[in-house]
């Protein structure tokens, strides 16, 4: 069978899709608590499930190590994510986080960590409904334990981890086809550094062109132009989160910000996450907002590189400066913060700067799914208010 666990999850099949008697929201519903699974699903015998703490600085260096060596490469196998442990405490610790849904898997003798999933709780939009969510991510075998169907286990029992804190719906990114994205977007590239990209094979100097001409090209201000450009601060937390619960209400799928969930995610925090805003020079009002975070990988196979030091567009909010130029002082700031690159989903209204401002189309694909929720139609990026990390 083409997906032999996927066809049993509560999650829009192939065969549904166009089915337009099947109704928008819930798959199926709620269990009542005492119906939900106990105790833990069963894995093969060598192995037994972990909790992980990652407030312990033991644990997050074994899930760091775990994710460095095993983690997602690009299908060229030229770059493999790197997320730093401080990075890691970060995702993983927002307010309202359960332990019990950061799930490790040992091998009973070594006490070695061989697989890992997480769930963090989170409310999201869909449409006029805030849903009580979990949001999936860093599932990870190593790579000695691939294909044999320990992903399933791992899901089923985050999902029954995340039944007994009563919520039944989650989201979560996959570069990989599963039943059935609500949408899929495209990564795009922008080079800060064209010279590392050519030397590690990622970019080619274009026809006709010179490694000059091309540093040239690629080339930005010293600092960013807008007036009132500035580092987010504490202080800055009601406006921001104004701002952006008003822009993101726009779209189709967003997530259901808070001035807590505001300032866990989108405070300064070094070499994680960056925000920056615009706050009119004669008005003092917070007109415009732009983020981004700071996710590594590891480069295999160069002699000279080891790692890529890459930004990722996070939430940018334009209501008075215009995006393409909010967007050009964030890149100004990643080249100033000496970055390699500068990435982008085509999600939210990021289509309208892409190609001005010199990025790349990437041929990988994120694809983005609900579980237990049913999209009406799939959605178009441009529909799409949420980032995941
Ligand atoms: C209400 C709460 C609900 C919470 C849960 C919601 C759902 C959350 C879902 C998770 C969201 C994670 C999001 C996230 O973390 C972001 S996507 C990143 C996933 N991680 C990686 O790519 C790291 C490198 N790869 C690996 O570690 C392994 O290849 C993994 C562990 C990926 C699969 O291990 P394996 O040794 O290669 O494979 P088997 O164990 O033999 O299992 C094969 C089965 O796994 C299905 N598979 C493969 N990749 C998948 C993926 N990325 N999502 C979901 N399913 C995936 C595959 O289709 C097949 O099922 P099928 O036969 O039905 O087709
Ligand atoms: C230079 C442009 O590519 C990347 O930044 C990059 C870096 N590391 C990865 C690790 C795993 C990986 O697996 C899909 C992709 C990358 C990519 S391209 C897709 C992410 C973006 N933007």
Redesign the pocket.
């Known amino acids: 069978k083409?997906?032999?666990?996927?066809?049993t999850q509560p999650v829009g099949q192939f065969k549904d899709v166009g089915d337009s008697s099947l109704r928008e929201g819930p798959i199926e519903p709620p269990t009542p608590l005492s119906e939900v699974k106990p105790e833990p699903y069963n894995l093969p015998s060598p192995y037994e499930w972990a909790t992980c703490d990652m407030e312990s600085e033991e644990t997050c260096n074994e899930v760091y190590t775990l994710l460095m060596n095993?983690?997602?490469e690009d299908d060229e196998n030229m770059f493999r994510f790197n997320y730093s442990k401080e990075f890691l405490s970060w995702a993983l610790r927002p307010p309202g986080y359960f332990k019990s849904w950061h799930i490790g898997v040992r091998a009973k003798v070594s006490k070695k960590l061989v697989a890992f999933?997480t769930?963090i709780p989170a409310r999201i939009r869909v449409r006029d409904e805030v849903v009580k969510m979990?949001e999936?991510?860093?599932?990870?075998?190593h790579k000695k334990?691939?294909?044999?169907?320990?992903?399933?286990v791992m899901?089923k029992e985050?999902?029954r981890r995340?039944?007994l804190e009563n919520?039944?719906?989650?989201a979560?990114?996959?570069?990989?086809v599963?039943p059935t994205p609500i949408t899929t977007c495209q990564y795009w590239h922008r080079s800060l550094n064209p010279k590392k990209l050519i030397d590690v094979g990622f970019s080619r100097l274009g026809a006709r062109m010179t490694m000059s001409r091309t540093v040239k090209l690629y080339k930005l201000p010293d600092s960013p132009v807008t007036p009132g450009f500035r580092k987010m601060e504490l202080r800055d937390v009601p406006a921001v989160t104004r701002l952006l619960r008003n822009y993101l209400s726009q779209f189709v799928v967003a997530p259901d910000f808070d001035e807590d969930d505001v300032q866990h995610w989108l405070l300064p925090f070094e070499s994680v996450v960056d925000s920056y805003l615009v706050e009119s020079p004669e008005t003092h009002e917070i007109t415009d907002f732009c983020s981004f975070y700071t996710l590594p990988s590891s480069i295999l196979g160069n002699q000279t590189y080891s790692t890529l030091k890459a930004a990722y567009s996070y939430y940018n909010v334009a209501t008075k400066t215009p995006l393409l130029q909010l967007m050009n002082d964030a890149l100004i700031v990643a080249k100033q913060k000496d970055f390699d690159v500068f990435n982008a989903l085509d999600v939210m209204e990021n289509e309208s700067f892409l190609k001005e401002l010199k990025f790349g189309p990437g041929d990988g694909q994120l694809h983005y799914y609900l579980?237990?929720y049913r999209i009406r139609n799939e959605l178009k990026p441009s529909e799409l208010g949420l980032v995941l990390l």
């Open positions: 083409r997906h032999a666990f996927w066809e095993n983690y997602v999933i769930g979990a999936i991510n860093f599932l990870c075998v334990l691939r294909s044999k169907r320990l992903a399933p899901i985050v999902t995340v039944h919520i039944w719906q989650a979560y990114t996959a570069g990989v599963l579980y237990n």
